[in-house]
């Protein structure tokens, strides 16, 4: 995991190969303005997902507690304050449910071990091992999620 400003993005472009391109994509786009939706930028390697909500208890969050063989998030709070709850997957032991191959999720019923807060333009980088628990708040918030395929 990786948490940071998104003004420090451009240190993160050796990661992955499609780093630069999802950071520069987010750099181009008016982000008070961009409409809730899905936007393929590079077919099934490269998705953003912009959302816009209530957020939810830690506990409903945790309900929710999740992690991706196939693809690494990059999560980016618009506005709003987003807290997340954040556990090692190697470190999980209570899965919920089998694999979902199609949406590319595996949840857990283990309890977060830490929870971050983001602000406005700030991000996380989720790895496959990385289980989490977004969306945490007593607000509205308005996020962007990058999904990157391995």
């Known amino acids: 995991m990786i948490i940071d400003a998104f003004e420090n993005a451009g240190k993160y ?12 994509y987010i750099k181009s786009q008016d982000l008070e303005s961009i409409e809730p939706g899905t936007y393929q930028i590079d077919g099934e390697r490269l998705r953003v997902i912009v959302a816009n909500g ?15 063989n196939k693809h690494i998030d990059i ?8 807290q997340m709850g954040w556990k090692p997957r190697s470190h999980c032991i209570q899965q919920r449910g089998e694999y979902s191959e199609e949406k590319d999720v595996l949840f857990y ?42």
Do not use: N
């Open 13 to 24: 472009s050796w990661v992955h190969p499609l780093f630069a391109r999802a950071f520069e």
């Open 54 to 68: 209530p957020g939810v208890t830690a506990k409903e969050s945790a309900a929710h507690f999740e992690c991706h």
């Open 75 to 82: 999560q980016l709070c618009i506005s709003g304050t987003e």
């Open 109 to 150: 019923r283990d309890a977060p071990d830490m929870y971050f807060t983001l602000k406005k333009q700030q991000f996380v980088i989720f790895f496959p091992e990385d289980v989490h628990a977004p969306m945490i708040s007593d607000g509205e918030i308005k996020k962007l999620v990058v999904k990157l395929r391995l």
